[in-house]
């Protein structure tokens, strides 16, 4: 099963191909599949943010796909920088100027606890969606600490350390990081759907009658949107001939495409499903 990835980011990417690569899943980017959109995040919550982007790239590609919304939460700030965590003070400034910014708004607050927040959604063209929420408590402190990491993560002290986010090791940060959270919740998640998926398993077939030989423009395009249109998992092309074979599925439910067929060739293919396709 392929998935698309909203983000062109490179570490995410690889981060993601590495936590789903156990559960046979390929993983692709929006790059790959040359989708060139962009989604306005109007949504209120990150997870709102997330689903947006997430059905948007479904859409596009007619494939899974995944995507994910994060921000700093301050509590003395009543909950800024939040959904506007990377354009906090101008779209323009750098890492380091923001975070300066943001001290420079808390200056002598005495409350200072603030969290990270990421949501990550998995939007499927059958309209189901899975989500996965991450948070990592901790205060803002009074000056940029450390040089690892990104975006607040210089001023951010996670509950039980002594040392910013950007003085951390990456093994350290991903086990209490509101990401790594995220994406551990979101692994098991998707795993145990795709289990269930599998054990209530009921394949949609398509029986295309033409000549392929050579392929018809006309007969490749009525393929593709045959394959869109009606969600099918298989389409199977035949040669036109004698009426439907009297093993033909004939009780499988919508969208099936029904016609004619040669009986030696639907005994081909059968057999061919029943030795390649898991069902």
Same mark, same amino acid.
């Given at each position: 099963?392929?998935?698309?990835?909203?983000?062109?980011?490179?570490?995410?990417?690889?981060?993601?191909?590495?936590?789903?690569?156990?559960?046979?899943?390929?993983?692709?980017?929006?790059?790959?599949?040359?989708?060139?959109?962009?989604?306005?995040?109007?949504?209120?919550?990150?997870?709102?943010?997330?689903?947006?982007?997430?059905?948007?790239?479904?859409?596009?590609?007619?494939?899974?796909?995944?995507?994910?919304?994060?921000?700093?939460?301050?509590?003395?700030?009543?909950?800024?920088?939040?959904?506007?965590?990377?354009?906090?003070?101008?779209?323009?400034?750098?890492?380091?100027?923001?975070?300066?910014?943001?001290?420079?708004?808390?200056?002598?607050?005495?409350?200072?606890?603030?969290?990270?927040?990421?949501?990550?959604?998995?939007?499927? &063209?059958?309209? +189901?969606?899975?989500?996965? %929420?991450?948070?990592? =408590?901790?205060?803002? @402190?009074?000056?940029?600490?450390?040089? !690892?990491?990104?975006?607040?993560?210089?001023?951010?002290?996670?509950?039980?350390?002594?040392?910013?986010?950007?003085?951390?090791?990456?093994?350290?940060?991903?086990?209490?990081?509101?990401?790594?959270?995220?994406?551990?919740?979101?692994?098991?998640?998707?795993?145990?759907?795709?289990?269930?998926?599998?054990?209530?398993?009921?394949?949609?077939?398509?029986?295309?009658?033409?000549?392929?030989?050579?392929?018809?423009?006309?007969?490749?395009?009525?393929?593709?949107?045959?394959?869109?249109?009606?969600?099918?998992?298989?389409?199977?092309?035949?040669?036109?001939?004698?009426? &439907?074979?009297? +093993?033909?599925?004939?009780? %499988?439910?919508?969208? =099936?495409?029904?016609? @004619?067929?040669?009986?030696?060739?639907? !005994?081909?293919?059968?057999?061919?499903?029943?030795?390649?396709?898991?069902?």
């Amino acid at each position: 099963m392929k998935f698309v990835l909203a983000t062109a980011n490179p570490g995410k990417v690889k981060e993601m191909q590495e936590l789903l690569s156990n559960l046979g899943v390929d993983v692709v980017t929006r790059d790959d599949m040359e989708i060139d959109i962009d989604v306005a995040e109007t949504g209120t919550t990150f997870l709102e943010n997330a689903t947006l982007k997430a059905v948007a790239i479904m859409e596009a590609s007619g494939e899974p796909a995944i995507a994910d919304d994060s921000g700093l939460v301050v509590d003395a700030l009543a909950g800024d920088p939040g959904l506007y965590s990377s354009s906090y003070g101008r779209e323009l400034l750098t890492s380091t100027e923001r975070c300066e910014y943001l001290l420079k708004n808390m200056k002598n607050m005495e409350q200072r606890q603030a969290k990270f927040v990421c949501n990550i959604v998995c939007a499927f &063209p059958n309209e +189901d969606i899975l989500s996965a %929420t991450g948070e990592c =408590y901790g205060t803002i @402190t009074t000056e940029l600490k450390g040089t !690892s990491g990104f975006g607040y993560d210089p001023v951010f002290l996670p509950n039980g350390y002594d040392k910013t986010m950007a003085e951390l090791t990456i093994e350290e940060k991903n086990k209490i990081s509101h990401r790594g959270k995220a994406l551990i919740s979101f692994t098991k998640i998707l795993k145990a759907y795709l289990t269930s998926q599998k054990e209530n398993r009921k394949m949609r077939i398509g029986i295309f009658g033409g000549a392929f030989n050579p392929p018809h423009i006309g007969h490749v395009s009525a393929a593709k949107i045959a394959i869109k249109e009606q969600k099918l998992d298989l389409l199977i092309v035949i040669p036109t001939g004698t009426p &439907p074979h009297k +093993d033909l599925p004939t009780e %499988t439910p919508p969208p =099936y495409i029904r016609f @004619t067929m040669t009986e030696n060739a639907f !005994s081909d293919v059968k057999k061919a499903i029943v030795s390649d396709i898991e069902i």
